[in-house]
């Protein structure tokens, strides 16, 4: 999807019903205002000296009066303050191969899936990668560095006031990231009616991405963290504040990690925010797809269900060969990975683990279950697991770097949240500190899926 778009591309990003995004290629207009004067009618014949002094006083009382009407009128409804520039608000455009206008707006219905690394936000990506009228694409990286850059700013009080003396308002900055987030989910990929972005951390902002873009809806992938640290682990996949030699205290960022993004899951609400269990949308495909493109509304497409088919493909899903997930995602939806963290961690952090992952327990897991019980599978995922042990499927990258490298800070995943201008040289983990946000009370708990309350 990177690729620049090609005339088959056209072919499942096609206009429909459904595609709120689709417009017709706009015209052009005139720039401003066209402002016209009062038409005066030619004079009458003029008699006498004395009543042609009168007429010419009449009528240049007359033009005053109306120009003043006019240059009241006219600024009355184009309000400013002096000096200050009032943009002209309006919508962009993006083209498909064959001229179709897709416009975008901080108003339109953008989709963010995000979560802590290695919980299948990649999966949940390819799967409406493949929906015809969907566009998600590879993790951009420069979005969540953006996002923390922001959150960086405005706890410094002295960067704030910086800001704020040079005229860089909250409100000047809202503008400048929306604009900036917009332009590479709009751009970064080929044009569709529904544009969704997937960089994990994204999530860590889910409150204030949701005031950027009043109709964003936000898919929060859950995993058992158990299962998550230990892919970490085993891919060595580095994210900033996450000891990898060190399962306990992996967990115990996981737990804080995902704690701050649940929570701003639960402040938006449960119409803007969905979270998705990683191991139910394996188990059961077909039922959480819909369960998603309805929470989405957007309406069902069988191809969600076949997203290794449109692997590559136009209007499927493009992979990067430095996203760790590449070679799984290539897979049918299977149950490899759901429980091969099992045995591998240290008998004390097992112990201890109700007390090290405590999230655990409010997310929907039992942290002294080994191995635990997600449920049963449907008859197609139990098919396509047997597919792949007489190896049906295989993936095999010409090079993969040793890890994964996203923005901010080189070989890291989580982007650098520290002050390194005020000398703060160690960097944060996901919700650690300042940028934790009080843990909401009161949820209460599901079997599987934890739905946040109204």
Known sequence: MHSPTTAADSTRRASSPFSPGYHAAPGYATPGYAATLPNFSAPGPIMMRGGSRRSMLAGL???????????????????????????????????????????????????????????????????????????????TRVIPRILAMQVQWRRSTKEKSRLEEAGVT????????????LEVIAKHGEAAPYLCNKDPFTHKSTVYLSSLFPNAKFILMLRDGRAAVHSMITRKVTITGFDLTSYRNSLTKWNQAI???YSQCVQVGPTKCMPVQYEQLVLHPKEWMERILTFLEIPWDEAVLHHQDFIGKPGGASLSKIERSTDQVVKPVNLDALTSWVGHMPDDVVRDMPYIA?????????????????????????????????????????????????????????????????????????????????????????????????
């Open 170 to 181: 909250d409100e000047v900055l809202d503008d400048a990231i929306s604009s900036f987030v």
């Open 259 to 261: 704690e701050n993004m």
């Open 358 to 454: 405590p999230m655990l327990q409010r997310l929907g897991y039992d942290p002294r279950q080994n191995p635990p019980d997600y449920g049963k599978p449907d008859a197609v995922v139990l098919e396509n697991t047997k597919k792949l042990k007489g190896q049906e499927y295989q993936y095999n990258p010409d090079a993969l770097p040793v890890q994964v490298a996203i923005p901010g800070h080189p070989g890291d995943v989580n982007p650098p949240l520290g002050d390194a201008g005020e000398g703060k040289g160690q960097m944060e983990a996901p919700g650690v500190g300042e940028n934790a946000q009080e843990q909401p009370q009161g949820e209460k708990r599901m079997d599987h899926v934890p739905v946040p309350p109204a």
């Open 61 to 139: 009382c007359t033009f005053q009066a109306f120009l003043l009407m006019y240059l009241y009128f006219f600024s009355s409804s184009a309000p400013c303050d002096k000096g200050k520039m009032i943009p002209k608000e309006g919508s962009q455009y993006v083209y498909d191969a064959e001229n179709r206008a897709y416009q975008y707006d901080r108003n339109m219905p953008l989709i963010f899936i995000g979560g802590v690394p290695r919980s299948g936000t990649t999966l949940a990506r390819v799967m409406l990668d493949a929906h015809p009228s969907i566009r998600c694409g590879e993790e």
